[in-house]
Protein backbone atom coordinates (compact mmCIF):
# COMPACT_ATOMS: atom_id res chain seq x y z
CA UNK A 1 0.00 0.00 0.00
CA UNK A 2 1.38 3.54 -1.04
CA UNK A 3 2.29 5.57 1.97
CA UNK A 4 1.88 9.63 2.53
CA UNK A 5 3.85 10.76 5.33
CA UNK A 6 2.30 14.34 6.19
CA UNK A 7 3.78 17.35 8.33
CA UNK A 8 7.81 15.77 7.72
CA UNK A 9 10.80 18.38 8.77
CA UNK A 10 13.19 16.46 6.64
CA UNK A 11 16.53 16.84 7.19
CA UNK A 12 19.23 16.10 5.01
CA UNK A 13 22.98 16.85 4.26
CA UNK A 14 22.06 19.56 2.60
CA UNK A 15 18.50 20.60 3.31
CA UNK A 16 16.10 21.43 6.04
CA UNK A 17 12.60 21.72 5.41
CA UNK A 18 8.85 20.67 6.01
CA UNK A 19 6.76 19.11 3.57
CA UNK A 20 4.77 15.86 3.38
CA UNK A 21 6.13 12.70 1.61
CA UNK A 22 4.40 10.19 -0.90
CA UNK A 23 6.07 6.83 -1.57
CA UNK A 24 4.79 4.25 -3.83
CA UNK A 25 6.09 1.17 -5.27
CA UNK A 26 9.30 1.01 -2.62
CA UNK A 27 10.09 5.13 -4.23
CA UNK A 28 9.60 8.04 -2.82
CA UNK A 29 7.48 9.92 -6.37
CA UNK A 30 6.23 13.19 -4.76
CA UNK A 31 7.73 15.99 -1.79
CA UNK A 32 5.05 18.83 -1.94
CA UNK A 33 4.39 21.40 0.83
CA UNK A 34 0.72 19.90 1.03
CA UNK A 35 -0.70 16.47 -0.71
CA UNK A 36 -4.32 15.84 0.07
CA UNK A 37 -5.07 12.36 1.20
CA UNK A 38 -8.57 13.04 -1.04
CA UNK A 39 -6.33 13.17 -4.01
CA UNK A 40 -4.58 10.14 -3.73
CA UNK A 41 -5.30 6.36 -4.23
CA UNK A 42 -5.99 4.59 -0.51
CA UNK A 43 -2.89 4.60 1.44
CA UNK A 44 -1.18 4.64 4.75
CA UNK A 45 -1.27 8.35 6.59
CA UNK A 46 2.04 8.57 9.10
CA UNK A 47 1.71 11.70 10.77
CA UNK A 48 5.56 13.17 11.43
CA UNK A 49 4.48 16.14 13.26
CA UNK A 50 7.09 16.95 16.29
CA UNK A 51 9.64 14.36 14.44
CA UNK A 52 12.60 15.02 11.88
CA UNK A 53 12.66 13.14 9.34
CA UNK A 54 15.73 11.71 8.24
CA UNK A 55 16.75 9.48 5.41
CA UNK A 56 17.26 5.74 5.97
CA UNK A 57 21.10 5.37 8.09
CA UNK A 58 23.47 2.88 6.34
CA UNK A 59 25.66 1.21 8.52
CA UNK A 60 28.61 0.80 6.03
CA UNK A 61 30.83 -2.00 8.35
CA UNK A 62 29.41 -4.73 9.90
CA UNK A 63 29.44 -8.02 10.61
CA UNK A 64 26.93 -10.57 11.29
CA UNK A 65 28.07 -14.30 10.26
CA UNK A 66 31.77 -13.95 11.41
CA UNK A 67 33.63 -16.70 11.67
CA UNK A 68 36.78 -15.45 13.78
CA UNK A 69 39.09 -16.09 16.41
CA UNK A 70 37.82 -19.54 17.04
CA UNK A 71 34.35 -18.87 17.25
CA UNK A 72 31.25 -17.21 15.47
CA UNK A 73 29.74 -13.62 16.20
CA UNK A 74 26.69 -14.22 18.05
CA UNK A 75 23.82 -12.25 16.13
CA UNK A 76 22.10 -13.54 13.21
CA UNK A 77 20.75 -11.42 9.83
CA UNK A 78 17.58 -12.15 11.27
CA UNK A 79 18.76 -10.18 15.00
CA UNK A 80 21.23 -7.91 13.23
CA UNK A 81 18.59 -6.42 10.97
CA UNK A 82 15.91 -6.32 13.20
CA UNK A 83 18.43 -4.48 15.74
CA UNK A 84 19.28 -2.08 12.95
CA UNK A 85 16.05 -1.05 12.01
CA UNK A 86 14.74 -0.48 15.81
CA UNK A 87 17.96 1.98 15.64
CA UNK A 88 16.76 3.89 12.24
CA UNK A 89 19.16 1.81 10.07
CA UNK A 90 17.53 0.55 6.86
CA UNK A 91 21.13 -0.78 5.45
CA UNK A 92 23.73 -2.80 6.32
CA UNK A 93 27.03 -3.52 4.50
CA UNK A 94 28.45 -6.11 6.24
CA UNK A 95 32.04 -8.04 5.05
CA UNK A 96 32.40 -11.54 3.15
CA UNK A 97 35.09 -12.99 4.79
CA UNK A 98 36.45 -16.08 3.50
CA UNK A 99 39.29 -18.05 5.46
CA UNK A 100 42.77 -18.04 3.68
CA UNK A 101 41.65 -21.63 2.39
CA UNK A 102 38.29 -20.72 1.28
CA UNK A 103 37.08 -20.34 -2.29
CA UNK A 104 36.28 -16.72 -2.81
CA UNK A 105 32.72 -17.57 -5.05
CA UNK A 106 32.10 -20.35 -2.66
CA UNK A 107 32.13 -17.45 0.43
CA UNK A 108 29.93 -14.91 -1.68
CA UNK A 109 27.48 -17.43 -1.95
CA UNK A 110 27.75 -18.41 1.77
CA UNK A 111 27.32 -15.24 3.04
CA UNK A 112 24.56 -14.42 1.15
CA UNK A 113 22.54 -17.22 1.82
CA UNK A 114 22.89 -16.29 5.40
CA UNK A 115 21.56 -12.48 4.52
CA UNK A 116 18.51 -13.80 3.23
CA UNK A 117 17.09 -14.16 6.59
CA UNK A 118 17.54 -10.20 6.48
CA UNK A 119 14.94 -7.33 6.84
CA UNK A 120 17.00 -4.81 6.48
CA UNK A 121 18.84 -3.74 2.62
CA UNK A 122 22.37 -5.04 2.21
CA UNK A 123 25.34 -5.37 0.71
CA UNK A 124 28.47 -6.56 1.32
CA UNK A 125 32.53 -5.72 0.81
CA UNK A 126 34.11 -9.00 -0.74
CA UNK A 127 36.77 -9.57 1.43
CA UNK A 128 40.18 -10.44 -0.13
CA UNK A 129 42.06 -12.98 2.57
CA UNK A 130 44.39 -14.36 -0.02
CA UNK A 131 45.27 -13.61 -3.85
CA UNK A 132 46.48 -16.05 -5.95
CA UNK A 133 45.91 -16.80 -9.77
CA UNK A 134 42.36 -17.52 -9.73
CA UNK A 135 41.49 -14.17 -7.55
CA UNK A 136 40.98 -11.73 -10.35
CA UNK A 137 38.34 -13.81 -11.93
CA UNK A 138 36.04 -14.39 -8.88
CA UNK A 139 36.51 -11.13 -7.76
CA UNK A 140 35.27 -9.94 -11.21
CA UNK A 141 32.44 -12.40 -11.05
CA UNK A 142 31.36 -10.85 -7.62
CA UNK A 143 31.90 -7.15 -8.58
CA UNK A 144 29.96 -8.17 -11.83
CA UNK A 145 27.32 -9.08 -9.19
CA UNK A 146 26.69 -5.97 -7.58
CA UNK A 147 29.19 -6.30 -4.82
CA UNK A 148 31.00 -3.20 -5.81
CA UNK A 149 34.00 -2.97 -2.91
CA UNK A 150 36.57 -5.04 -1.38
CA UNK A 151 37.93 -5.48 2.26
CA UNK A 152 41.47 -6.28 2.82
CA UNK A 153 42.82 -6.55 6.25
CA UNK A 154 46.11 -5.66 7.03
CA UNK A 155 46.50 -7.04 10.51
CA UNK A 156 45.09 -10.59 12.26
CA UNK A 157 48.54 -12.05 11.23
CA UNK A 158 48.38 -15.79 9.99
CA UNK A 159 44.60 -15.64 9.67
CA UNK A 160 42.91 -12.63 7.75
CA UNK A 161 45.73 -10.26 6.68
CA UNK A 162 47.45 -10.21 3.73
CA UNK A 163 50.97 -9.71 2.94
CA UNK A 164 52.62 -6.94 0.59
CA UNK A 165 52.18 -8.78 -2.81
CA UNK A 166 48.28 -9.45 -2.13
CA UNK A 167 47.92 -6.41 -1.06
CA UNK A 168 49.27 -4.74 -4.30
CA UNK A 169 47.37 -7.11 -6.47
CA UNK A 170 44.03 -6.30 -4.78
CA UNK A 171 44.34 -2.72 -5.44
CA UNK A 172 45.47 -3.44 -8.92
CA UNK A 173 42.54 -5.40 -9.77
CA UNK A 174 40.19 -3.19 -8.25
CA UNK A 175 41.38 0.03 -9.93
CA UNK A 176 40.79 -2.05 -12.70
CA UNK A 177 37.47 -2.97 -11.95
CA UNK A 178 36.34 0.44 -10.92
CA UNK A 179 35.37 -0.58 -7.36
CA UNK A 180 37.13 0.76 -3.50
CA UNK A 181 38.92 -1.04 -1.40
CA UNK A 182 38.12 -1.11 2.30
CA UNK A 183 40.82 -1.62 4.62
CA UNK A 184 41.58 -2.43 8.31
CA UNK A 185 45.17 -1.06 9.14
CA UNK A 186 47.17 -1.93 11.76
CA UNK A 187 51.02 -2.83 10.87
CA UNK A 188 50.59 -6.52 11.98
CA UNK A 189 53.85 -7.36 12.03
CA UNK A 190 54.91 -4.81 14.86
CA UNK A 191 51.49 -5.82 16.60
CA UNK A 192 52.55 -9.75 17.11
CA UNK A 193 55.65 -8.48 18.18
CA UNK A 194 54.41 -6.36 20.93
CA UNK A 195 51.88 -9.32 21.79
CA UNK A 196 54.85 -11.63 22.33
CA UNK A 197 56.62 -9.14 24.46
CA UNK A 198 53.93 -8.35 26.68
CA UNK A 199 53.06 -11.95 27.25
CA UNK A 200 56.58 -13.10 28.03
CA UNK A 201 56.21 -10.24 30.65
CA UNK A 202 53.15 -11.38 32.45
CA UNK A 203 51.36 -8.94 31.00
CA UNK A 204 47.88 -11.08 29.94
CA UNK A 205 44.96 -9.49 30.72
CA UNK A 206 42.63 -7.33 28.30
CA UNK A 207 44.33 -3.41 29.57
CA UNK A 208 46.95 -5.13 28.28
CA UNK A 209 45.16 -4.73 24.30
CA UNK A 210 45.75 -1.35 23.38
CA UNK A 211 49.31 -1.06 24.84
CA UNK A 212 50.00 -4.29 21.91
CA UNK A 213 48.61 -2.08 19.29
CA UNK A 214 49.10 1.60 20.02
CA UNK A 215 48.21 4.48 17.56
CA UNK A 216 51.68 4.32 15.96
CA UNK A 217 51.08 0.70 14.93
CA UNK A 218 47.94 2.10 12.90
CA UNK A 219 49.26 4.89 11.99
CA UNK A 220 51.79 3.24 10.14
CA UNK A 221 48.99 0.78 8.94
CA UNK A 222 47.68 3.70 7.51
CA UNK A 223 50.50 4.92 5.82
CA UNK A 224 51.45 1.30 4.67
CA UNK A 225 48.08 1.65 2.51
CA UNK A 226 47.90 4.54 1.40
CA UNK A 227 51.73 3.78 0.01
CA UNK A 228 50.14 1.17 -2.14
CA UNK A 229 47.15 2.92 -3.21
CA UNK A 230 49.56 5.61 -4.72
CA UNK A 231 51.47 3.02 -6.23
CA UNK A 232 48.05 1.47 -7.70
CA UNK A 233 45.67 4.43 -8.47
CA UNK A 234 42.99 2.52 -6.19
CA UNK A 235 40.61 4.16 -4.22
CA UNK A 236 40.78 3.22 -0.64
CA UNK A 237 38.26 3.87 2.69
CA UNK A 238 39.96 3.07 5.96
CA UNK A 239 37.46 1.72 8.64
CA UNK A 240 37.37 2.17 11.98
CA UNK A 241 40.36 5.09 12.21
CA UNK A 242 40.82 5.10 15.60
CA UNK A 243 43.28 7.91 16.24
CA UNK A 244 45.07 11.91 15.49
CA UNK A 245 48.11 9.96 14.08
CA UNK A 246 46.10 7.78 11.45
CA UNK A 247 44.04 10.86 10.86
CA UNK A 248 47.12 12.79 10.13
CA UNK A 249 48.55 10.01 7.69
CA UNK A 250 45.40 9.72 5.91
CA UNK A 251 45.62 13.46 5.11
CA UNK A 252 49.20 13.65 4.35
CA UNK A 253 48.18 11.34 1.60
CA UNK A 254 45.00 13.21 0.52
CA UNK A 255 47.51 16.03 -0.07
CA UNK A 256 49.58 14.23 -2.16
CA UNK A 257 46.32 12.98 -4.22
CA UNK A 258 46.03 9.34 -3.07
CA UNK A 259 42.06 8.61 -3.13
CA UNK A 260 41.76 7.97 0.53
CA UNK A 261 38.12 8.47 2.56
CA UNK A 262 37.96 7.32 6.34
CA UNK A 263 35.63 5.77 8.52
CA UNK A 264 35.01 6.12 12.21
CA UNK A 265 33.05 3.84 14.78
CA UNK A 266 30.72 4.54 17.22
CA UNK A 267 32.48 3.01 19.93
CA UNK A 268 35.78 4.73 19.46
CA UNK A 269 33.87 8.04 19.84
CA UNK A 270 32.02 7.34 22.83
CA UNK A 271 34.03 4.59 24.91
CA UNK A 272 37.88 5.43 25.86
CA UNK A 273 40.64 2.91 27.06
CA UNK A 274 39.84 3.16 30.73
CA UNK A 275 36.68 0.73 30.23
CA UNK A 276 39.23 -1.61 28.28
CA UNK A 277 40.83 -1.33 31.79
CA UNK A 278 38.19 -2.40 33.52
CA UNK A 279 38.98 -4.68 36.94
CA UNK A 280 37.88 -8.48 37.00
CA UNK A 281 38.08 -9.37 33.49
CA UNK A 282 34.96 -6.96 32.64
CA UNK A 283 37.42 -5.06 30.27
CA UNK A 284 37.31 -8.32 27.78
CA UNK A 285 33.70 -6.59 26.74
CA UNK A 286 35.71 -3.75 25.24
CA UNK A 287 38.48 -5.41 23.53
CA UNK A 288 38.40 -4.22 19.79
CA UNK A 289 40.96 -3.84 17.22
CA UNK A 290 42.10 -1.08 16.73
CA UNK A 291 42.10 -0.23 20.57
CA UNK A 292 39.65 2.03 22.53
CA UNK A 293 42.50 4.72 23.02
CA UNK A 294 42.70 7.07 25.30
CA UNK A 295 40.11 9.80 25.63
CA UNK A 296 42.51 12.63 23.30
CA UNK A 297 41.99 11.13 20.72
CA UNK A 298 38.05 10.66 20.87
CA UNK A 299 38.37 14.58 20.78
CA UNK A 300 40.55 14.35 17.54
CA UNK A 301 37.77 12.02 16.23
CA UNK A 302 35.12 14.11 17.20
CA UNK A 303 36.81 17.49 15.57
CA UNK A 304 38.08 15.65 11.79
CA UNK A 305 34.16 14.75 11.73
CA UNK A 306 32.89 18.19 12.03
CA UNK A 307 35.86 19.42 9.48
CA UNK A 308 34.40 16.64 6.77
CA UNK A 309 37.80 14.95 7.27
CA UNK A 310 36.12 11.72 8.73
CA UNK A 311 33.23 10.97 6.38
CA UNK A 312 31.90 8.04 7.85
CA UNK A 313 30.58 6.68 11.39
CA UNK A 314 29.84 2.86 11.13
CA UNK A 315 29.94 0.70 13.99
CA UNK A 316 31.82 -2.44 12.95
CA UNK A 317 29.38 -4.56 14.43
CA UNK A 318 31.25 -7.71 16.03
CA UNK A 319 29.37 -9.25 18.38
CA UNK A 320 30.47 -12.23 21.30
CA UNK A 321 29.08 -12.82 24.40
CA UNK A 322 30.69 -11.78 27.77
CA UNK A 323 30.30 -15.11 29.63
CA UNK A 324 30.86 -17.92 27.05
CA UNK A 325 33.06 -16.01 24.13
CA UNK A 326 35.34 -12.72 25.28
CA UNK A 327 36.29 -15.66 28.43
CA UNK A 328 38.25 -17.53 26.11
CA UNK A 329 40.81 -15.05 26.58
CA UNK A 330 40.99 -15.13 30.31
CA UNK A 331 44.37 -15.85 30.57
CA UNK A 332 45.44 -14.50 27.51
CA UNK A 333 44.04 -10.55 26.06
CA UNK A 334 45.53 -11.97 22.14
CA UNK A 335 42.74 -14.79 22.64
CA UNK A 336 39.71 -12.63 23.32
CA UNK A 337 37.59 -12.47 20.25
CA UNK A 338 37.60 -8.65 19.06
CA UNK A 339 34.38 -7.11 18.91
CA UNK A 340 31.99 -4.70 20.37
CA UNK A 341 28.01 -5.15 19.62
CA UNK A 342 26.69 -1.70 18.73
CA UNK A 343 24.35 -1.90 15.25
CA UNK A 344 21.43 -0.85 17.29
CA UNK A 345 22.90 2.19 19.02
CA UNK A 346 24.93 3.80 16.55
CA UNK A 347 22.05 6.68 15.39
CA UNK A 348 20.94 6.99 18.73
CA UNK A 349 24.34 7.45 20.24
CA UNK A 350 25.55 9.79 17.27
CA UNK A 351 22.73 11.92 17.53
CA UNK A 352 23.24 11.97 21.63
CA UNK A 353 26.92 12.87 22.14
CA UNK A 354 27.01 14.53 18.24
CA UNK A 355 24.34 16.88 17.99
CA UNK A 356 23.06 17.67 21.49
CA UNK A 357 26.30 17.84 23.09
CA UNK A 358 26.83 20.40 20.43
CA UNK A 359 29.93 18.81 18.15
CA UNK A 360 28.37 18.62 14.98
CA UNK A 361 25.05 19.92 13.64
CA UNK A 362 22.22 17.44 11.99
CA UNK A 363 23.62 17.91 8.29
CA UNK A 364 27.05 16.39 9.36
CA UNK A 365 25.02 13.98 11.06
CA UNK A 366 23.29 12.92 8.12
CA UNK A 367 25.95 12.81 5.98
CA UNK A 368 28.27 10.66 8.00
CA UNK A 369 25.18 8.58 9.25
CA UNK A 370 23.68 8.17 5.42
CA UNK A 371 24.79 10.29 2.69
CA UNK A 372 28.06 9.62 2.68
CA UNK A 373 28.68 5.54 2.62
CA UNK A 374 25.98 5.88 -0.06
CA UNK A 375 28.44 8.17 -2.41
CA UNK A 376 31.55 6.64 -1.12
CA UNK A 377 29.91 2.69 -1.57
CA UNK A 378 27.74 3.38 -4.86
CA UNK A 379 24.29 2.85 -3.10
CA UNK A 380 22.86 4.87 -5.82
CA UNK A 381 19.40 4.68 -4.60
CA UNK A 382 19.98 5.52 -0.86
CA UNK A 383 21.55 8.21 1.43
CA UNK A 384 18.63 11.22 1.04
CA UNK A 385 15.15 11.93 1.22
CA UNK A 386 14.75 12.86 -2.95
CA UNK A 387 12.05 11.73 -5.53
CA UNK A 388 13.24 9.02 -7.55
CA UNK A 389 15.25 7.39 -4.40
CA UNK A 390 13.99 4.47 -2.39
CA UNK A 391 11.85 5.62 0.25
CA UNK A 392 13.85 5.02 3.53
CA UNK A 393 13.07 7.03 6.38
CA UNK A 394 13.89 7.13 9.86
CA UNK A 395 10.96 9.68 11.33
CA UNK A 396 12.91 9.94 14.56
CA UNK A 397 11.84 11.60 18.02
CA UNK A 398 14.61 14.24 19.41
CA UNK A 399 12.69 13.82 22.62
CA UNK A 400 12.74 10.76 23.61
CA UNK A 401 14.95 10.33 26.69
CA UNK A 402 16.26 6.93 27.48
CA UNK A 403 18.68 4.75 28.55
CA UNK A 404 20.62 2.18 26.80
CA UNK A 405 20.99 -1.29 28.27
CA UNK A 406 21.36 -4.98 27.35
CA UNK A 407 17.92 -6.04 29.16
CA UNK A 408 16.09 -4.24 26.77
CA UNK A 409 18.46 -4.10 23.37
CA UNK A 410 17.53 -6.50 20.64
CA UNK A 411 21.13 -7.49 19.71
CA UNK A 412 21.80 -11.36 21.21
CA UNK A 413 24.88 -10.28 23.04
CA UNK A 414 24.98 -10.45 26.76
CA UNK A 415 25.75 -7.81 27.48
CA UNK A 416 26.01 -4.03 26.12
CA UNK A 417 29.04 -2.04 25.66
CA UNK A 418 26.89 0.99 26.09
CA UNK A 419 25.03 -0.26 29.53
CA UNK A 420 23.66 3.10 31.33
CA UNK A 421 24.19 5.64 28.47
CA UNK A 422 22.10 8.42 28.20
CA UNK A 423 20.20 8.71 24.89
CA UNK A 424 18.23 11.86 24.20
CA UNK A 425 16.56 10.53 20.50
CA UNK A 426 15.46 7.76 19.51
CA UNK A 427 13.75 6.16 15.79
CA UNK A 428 9.66 6.70 16.37
CA UNK A 429 9.05 5.01 13.05
CA UNK A 430 11.20 3.63 10.39
CA UNK A 431 10.74 3.12 6.81
CA UNK A 432 12.13 0.57 4.88
CA UNK A 433 11.09 0.69 0.87
CA UNK A 434 8.09 2.46 1.75
CA UNK A 435 6.90 0.01 4.30
CA UNK A 436 6.47 0.96 7.80
CA UNK A 437 8.92 -1.22 9.74
CA UNK A 438 9.19 0.24 12.90
CA UNK A 439 5.76 1.85 14.02
CA UNK A 440 5.77 3.66 17.41
CA UNK A 441 8.92 2.30 17.94
CA UNK A 442 8.05 -1.35 17.84
CA UNK A 443 8.85 -3.60 14.76
CA UNK A 444 5.92 -4.62 12.98
CA UNK A 445 4.27 -8.20 13.66
CA UNK A 446 5.39 -9.21 10.07
CA UNK A 447 7.97 -7.99 8.00
CA UNK A 448 8.51 -8.23 3.96
CA UNK A 449 12.47 -9.24 3.43
CA UNK A 450 15.53 -6.95 2.97
CA UNK A 451 17.13 -7.12 -0.44
CA UNK A 452 20.89 -6.69 -1.86
CA UNK A 453 20.87 -2.82 -2.27
CA UNK A 454 21.55 -2.05 -5.85
CA UNK A 455 25.41 -0.54 -6.31
CA UNK A 456 27.09 1.73 -8.87
CA UNK A 457 31.23 1.40 -8.90
CA UNK A 458 33.01 4.59 -7.29
CA UNK A 459 36.64 3.37 -7.55
O1 LIG B 1 37.66 -5.73 16.74
C1 LIG B 1 37.11 -5.75 15.65
N1 LIG B 1 37.18 -4.69 14.91
N2 LIG B 1 36.45 -6.88 15.25
C2 LIG B 1 35.86 -7.15 14.03
C3 LIG B 1 36.81 -7.48 12.95
C4 LIG B 1 37.45 -6.24 12.40
O2 LIG B 1 38.63 -6.05 12.57
O3 LIG B 1 36.77 -5.42 11.78
ZN1 LIG C 1 38.77 -4.37 11.34
ZN1 LIG D 1 35.16 -4.88 10.98
Keep these: MPLLVKNARIVTSTADYTADIYCEHE ?44 TFAKD ?16 LVEMICPARTD ?41 DAGITSLKVFLAYKGALGVDDRELFDTLRVARELGVVVAAHCENQELVALLQKRMLAAGKTGPEWHEPSRPP ?20 VYIVHTSCQPAIEEARRAAARGVRVDLE ?23 VMSP ?28 PFDFATQKSMGKDDFTKIPNGIPSVEDRVNLLYTRGVCE ?10 VASTNAARILGLSTKGDVAVGLDADLCLY ?12 HAMQTDYSAFEGFEIRGRPRHVIRRGEIVVRDTALVATLSPGRLAPRIRTG
Design 358 to 367: GRIDLHTFVR
Design 27 to 70: TITRIDRAIAPSTLPPCDILDAAGLITFPGFIDPHVHVYLPFMG
Design 216 to 235: YVEASGVHHLCAFAEATGAR
Design 76 to 91: TWASASRSSLLGGTTT
Design 264 to 286: AVIPHLVLDRSFAERPNFDGAKY
Design 291 to 318: PLREKRHQEALWHALAAGDIATIATDHA
Design 397 to 408: DPNHHAVISARS
Design 103 to 143: DPTSAYDLWRSKARESVCDYSFHMGVTRFDDRTPAALKQIV
